[in-house]
């Protein structure tokens, strides 16, 4: 008998589970990040890591600070689509003019326009081989007014 | 023309990018995420609760035919519940952040719970079990042993070395009642590994009620089939004999065991059959293709089938087959037994993720040589319990070379505590026991 | 010593544990309460999260599979170039005629999807004369309400936000996969970088500048519907979407409730 009047092994075993449990607590307290439970049972500055990283896409409205006249011509056509679906990411272009946005080829027009039987009936779609074999699209078709010619 | 040589193009390309797929899957389903490290991860979690499992059958159902294989089979117990946690670590893909499964676990994930179970098991119940079974020899080999070895078993003492016969009896009691506690955490710790795939709704061949409880019957023919291998082959390391009638109950339970196993897995194919849910073409295409030889030959016919008719025979023509063809039919059936679990294990984990999600289409798994998730690893992850276990024995089960034909097995242990008790003999020592 | 009264200090000893261990969850309450007064989370222009609740529905009859949107998503969230990993991507449904002689009113369905479609589509090998229809899906996470993937996650490494995106913690994911397991719809894969889980964050960066998401800034047919359930703007474009449209959802029998309402969308869709 000790002076705690518990058996030996008792003790030891009670002694040792006080043990564990105590350096699990400490460990919580120590390990657990300082944002975590902020909105939920996750970091709260994970939200804020994540928003932080730089777009690429720069967006329609940023074009337009300089472009506006090129968007104004393709309210009368491709009026849907945003700038950057053909000219491709442009944040780089945006900072720094001078790096020119990609060169479009017949690919960027037939990658919405080749006719394809998923392809909603109503959406203009042509069979290359059929459809003026051997010229180029912006022959006969303005990129901004696809309606027009030049 | 530009756009003819465009569809050239594509062709050779839509070919070649997914060379392994038939039919459709998600693109991000035709990479199998988890591989052989998470076979082997409830394989061997199985095997730690089916030995477990076996050997409470001694201590709380008093089956004394097994008094010899209770410390070897808490042994091996212990031996694959170290290893236990070593796939999962191979696999994810940070492993030094693991701490944080314990450290903010998301209790609605079966998975943060494993650090709490595997604690729980290895710390209160294994370990424990273990202790208090061991305290009186510890105490005795702290005395007589040399050395390093003698201070290694005195420290394992915790500094308890009370054994006198009320203490032992209390050892006694309260080891009953760890195993007691033990059953039901054994198992939770298998059940477990089974929710955690029972419990994914998104994948139709693991999301199921049954997985659990197939987890858990599986798990113990598997266990009591290691302690089946192991028993005999220490035996034949130490040139001993085997001891029949613990064999004999061994392939009893071995026997009903995979009756149960396989009786519940029939269910689960039956029902699947019979409710015939939307996944049900898919998953009859994989049992039928991609499964064809792990699952349907493997697992049911050398890992279920055969060991039934041979374990069978033994259960109703007991007598009349000599000991030592019994010995093999028991021997030869256990490895057959392990190899299906393994290969169980396999068809769960890896066939669930042969077939897409959209129901549309499998993928293709090829297990690689080298690499972290190859077969040696696999392999050496499946060799190294029995590493440890060889280390575990020559520490813990000594080899008693001349050993009195009458030594009391562990069985009959409580009663003699009780009777020493009542002597109240100081100088009463507990009587070794038997491998 | 008498017995009794070291029993007491015992027991005292482990009232006190208790009681300070009880008190942990609180003690970090108040910590984490004091934090967010002195440290408010710096977004970008002062975002608030809480003020905001974003969504995307798709309109499968915009549809036009050019794949400019799993395109775009590679770039701007920097996705692994190889075909295995995709934060959206498009599908090609083709529904063929029934066999000659059986009454039936559809065939069989193809479903590809080359390189997630991010460029565009080859033409069918299917003869266009045994094609009854075809169409387009595109594919992204699903917001469900009641996220699978969450839910799975064990360290909370995934979570749902205030502002109704599902995001990873890349810092804090351990890579053990089993929320790509528990996605229903394929949504998810194992970054082999980071070895992390990744997946469609609606481009949280570009939504708490003010920017739309990459797919939808790109999409030209306006297939992909955007906006924020929090604030509408005049003719919201999402709310216009669930006026004229009747919508469905992808495999609603699992519970998910995703968020994402697909219009005009077939039966062979999973």
């Known amino acids: ?127 290359t081989i059929e459809h003026y074999p051997g010229d180029h699209c912006i022959e006969c078709h303005l990129p901004h007014q696809p309606n027009k010619s030049p | 023309m530009e756009a003819d040589l465009n569809v050239l193009q594509w062709s050779a390309e839509v070919q070649a990018a997914l060379p392994h797929v038939e039919g459709y899957a998600y693109p991000n389903e035709t990479h199998v995420l988890w591989s052989v490290l998470i076979v082997i991860y409830p394989y061997i979690t199985g095997l730690v609760a089916g030995a477990f499992i076996m050997a409470s059958l001694v201590r709380v159902f008093n089956v004394r035919a097994l008094a010899p294989v209770y410390r070897l089979a808490l042994l091996t117990a212990l031996a694959f ?100 506690i033990g059953i039901p955490s054994a198992f939770l710790l298998h059940g477990y590994v089974g929710f955690i795939f029972g419990s994914i709704k998104a994948n139709p061949w693991w999301g199921n009620v049954l997985m659990p409880v197939i987890f858990i019957f599986s798990a113990i023919v598997s266990g009591i089939a290691l302690c089946v291998f192991i028993y005999t082959e220490l035996s034949w390391f130490r040139r001993k004999d085997t001891c029949d009638a613990c064999l004999d109950a061994m392939g009893k339970f071995l026997f009903f065991a995979l009756l149960v196993d396989f009786s519940v897995e029939a269910l689960d194919w039956l029902h699947r059959l019979y409710s ?34 041979l374990l069978g025979a033994t259960q109703l023509f007991g007598a009349q087959i000599p000991n030592f063809v019994r010995r093999r039919i028991y021997y030869f059936s256990a490895l057959l037994i392990m190899a299906g679990v393994l290969l169980m294990r396999w068809n769960v984990v890896i066939g669930g993720q042969l077939f897409s999600k959209s129901l549309r289409g499998f993928t293709t798994f090829k297990l690689e040589l080298a690499g972290q998730e190859g077969w040696l690893v696999g392999l050496g992850l499946l060799v190294l319990p029995f590493l440890i276990l060889t280390l575990l024995v020559r520490l813990f089960l000594p080899n008693e070379k001349d050993q009195p034909a009458n030594t009391p097995t562990i069985a009959q242990l409580p009663q003699l505590a009780r009777e020493g008790n009542g002597a109240d003999d100081p100088a009463h020592e507990r009587p070794s026991v038997a491998l | 010593m008498k017995p009794s009264c070291s029993r007491r200090r015992l027991l005292g000893l482990l009232a006190g544990g208790a009681g300070w261990l009880a008190s942990l969850p609180f003690a970090r309450t ?58 959206t991507w498009i599908e090609r449904y083709i529904i063929k005629k029934p066999a000659p002689g059986v009454a039936a009113l559809r065939g069989d369905v193809i479903v590809d999807s080359p390189n997630g479609g991010r460029n565009g589509f080859p033409p069918t090998l299917v003869p266009k004369a045994e094609i009854l229809k075809a169409f387009f899906v595109p594919k992204l996470c ?78 030209p047919t306006k297939a992909r519907i955007f906006g924020d359930l929090k604030n509408p703007t005049e003719k919201d474009p999402l709310q216009e979407f669930i006026r004229h449209n009747k919508v469905f959802t992808l495999k609603p029998h699992l519970g998910t409730e995703p968020r994402v309402l697909y219009a005009n969308i077939d039966k062979e869709v999973r």
Request: with cysteine; aromatic share 8%; proline share 6%.
């Open chain 2, 276 to 309: 015939a849910d939307e996944s049900i073409h898919v998953l009859k295409q994989l049992a039928a293709g991609k499964l064809f030889y792990t699952m349907l030959i493997g697992q049911l016919c050398l890992g279920t089938l055969i060991p039934l008719g």
């Open chain 1, 1 to 127: 008998m000790n002076r705690f009047g518990l058996p030996p092994q008792i003790l030891r075993l009670v002694l040792l589970t006080a043990l564990i449990v105590g350096t699990y607590a400490v460990a919580r307290t120590l390990l657990t990040p300082a944002t975590f439970g902020q909105y939920g049972h996750y970091r709260g500055a994970a939200l804020e890591e994540t928003a932080s990283r730089k777009p690429l896409f720069a967006g329609a409205k940023a074009c337009d600070e300089c472009h506006s006249d090129v968007s104004e011509k393709a309210t009368k056509g491709h009026k849907l689509i945003s700038c950057e679906s053909c000219h491709s990411a442009s944040s780089a272009h945006v900072r720094n003019p001078d790096i020119t946005t990609v060169k479009l080829t017949d690919n960027s027009c037939l990658r919405c326009h080749s006719s394809d039987p998923a392809r909603p009936a109503r959406h203009k779609q042509v069979t």
């Open chain 2, 81 to 180: 519940l170290i290893c236990a946690p070593l796939p999962l670590l191979l696999h994810i893909g940070h492993p030094e952040r693991c701490l944080q499964v314990m450290m903010t676990p998301h209790l609605s994930s079966p998975m943060a719970m494993f650090g709490f179970v595997y604690a729980w098991y290895m710390m209160a119940v294994l370990l424990l079990e273990l202790w208090l079974d061991y305290r009186h020899d510890f105490v005795v080999w702290g005395r007589t042993e040399p050395g390093l070895k003698g201070a290694f078993y005195r420290m394992l003492t915790l500094g308890a070395n009370d054994i006198s016969p009320k203490a032992l009896d209390l050892d006694e009691r309260m080891s009953v009642a760890v195993t007691i």
């Open chain 3, 142 to 219: 699903n917001l469900c309400e009641h996220s699978p993937c969450a839910q799975a996650c064990p360290v909370g490494a995934t979570f749902d936000t205030p502002d109704g995106v599902v995001l990873v913690d890349p810092t804090y994911c351990i890579g053990c996969g089993f929320c790509i397991q528990a996605c229903p719809y394929g949504c998810r894969f194992m970054n082999p970088d980071t070895h992390t889980a990744e997946k469609c964050t609606l481009c949280y960066h570009r939504i708490t500048r003010g920017l739309q998401p990459a797919c939808v800034e790109v999409c």
């Open chain 3, 30 to 87: 108040a910590k984490a309460a004091v934090k967010n007064v002195f440290a408010s989370a710096k977004t970008p222009d002062g975002y608030n999260p809480t003020k905001h609740h974003w969504l995307m529905c798709i309109d499968v009859d915009r549809c036009i599979g050019c794949g400019l949107c799993a395109e775009a998503c590679k770039a701007e969230n920097a996705v692994p170039q190889s075909s295995n990993y995709f934060r």
